[in-house]
C-alpha cells in the first residue's frame, strides 16, 4: 500500500472529508489517471479498512462511515474529471448500463467503473446497487445500451449472477457485458459467465479496453468518443 492510500483510510474513518479530497487531489496533481487512483488509492484505501473490521480494529459503523465519506470524495472527484474534460455530451455517443447484481449492496465498485465510462464520453446509465433482475431486463429494453456491467462482490449471489447474465443476454443478442468482481480469479465465479462475457478484474482493464474501444472507434470513423 502506498503512502496516499494509506493516509485516505485514515481520513476516512476519521471523516475527514477534506484531508481525504486532498489526498486524492495529490494523487491527481502528480498526473496518476483515474484508473490508477481508483484502484491503487481510493481501492487500497477501502481494503485496509475492510481488513481492520475483519480483525475486529473498527467497528461496522465505522465502516460505515468511511464508505458514505468515500462516496463524497468520489463524487467530488467525479465532478472535478469532467468539468475538467473537453468531452461533447451529444447524442451520438455510446450508451452503457450499470449496476449490482439483485442482493448485492456494494456498490463503490460500480460507481467508479460508471465514472470511468463518463469520462470516456459514454452516456451512462447508472442503475446502483441490488437492482432486481425485472428491472434489469426492463432498462435493457427500454435504453439499449451498447455495453452493460454488472458488479458483485459477495460470493452467494452467484447464481443470481448466472441467471441475469443469461437472461439478459438472451433479450438483448449482441450487447456487451462486462461484469467486474474481487471474485474475478475464482472458478465458481467464472463458471457463471459465458464464453463472450468480459471479466474486469479491476480498474485498469476498464480503462484499457476503453482506449481500446475508442481507437476501434475513431478507426471507422464514429466519432463519439473524447
Known sequence: MNEISKKLSEYLLEKELLKGWGS???????????????????????HRIGEMWEQNQITVAHEHLATGTCELILSKYHIEKL????????????????????????????????SLFEEYGWDVYDLGSNLPLDYAEYSLNKWKPEVVCISISIRHHLPKLKETIQKLQQKRP?????????????????????????????????????????????????????
Open 24 to 46: 486524492v487531489k495529490e494523487a491527481l496533481d502528480q498526473g496518476y489517471n483515474s484508473a490508477f487512483i481508483y484502484d491503487f488509492i481510493v481501492r487500497d484505501a477501502m
Open 174 to 226: 449482441g450487447t456487451t457485458f462486462i461484469v467486474g468482481s474481487r471474485l474475478h480469479g475464482e472458478t465458481a465465479f467464472q463458471s457463471c459467465c459465458t464464453a463472450d462475457t468480459i471479466i474486469a478484474k479491476d480498474s485498469s482493464f476498464l480503462f484499457q479496453w476503453l482506449e481500446d474501444y475508442q481507437k476501434e472507434a475513431r478507426a471507422v470513423d464514429k466519432g463519439v468518443l473524447l
Open 83 to 114: 468539468s475538467n474534460s473537453l468531452i461533447d455530451n451529444n447524442l451520438s455517443a455510446p450508451r452503457a448500463m450499470f449496476f449490482c447484481v439483485e442482493g448485492e449492496e456494494h456498490d463503490l465498485g460500480l460507481k467508479m467503473a460508471s
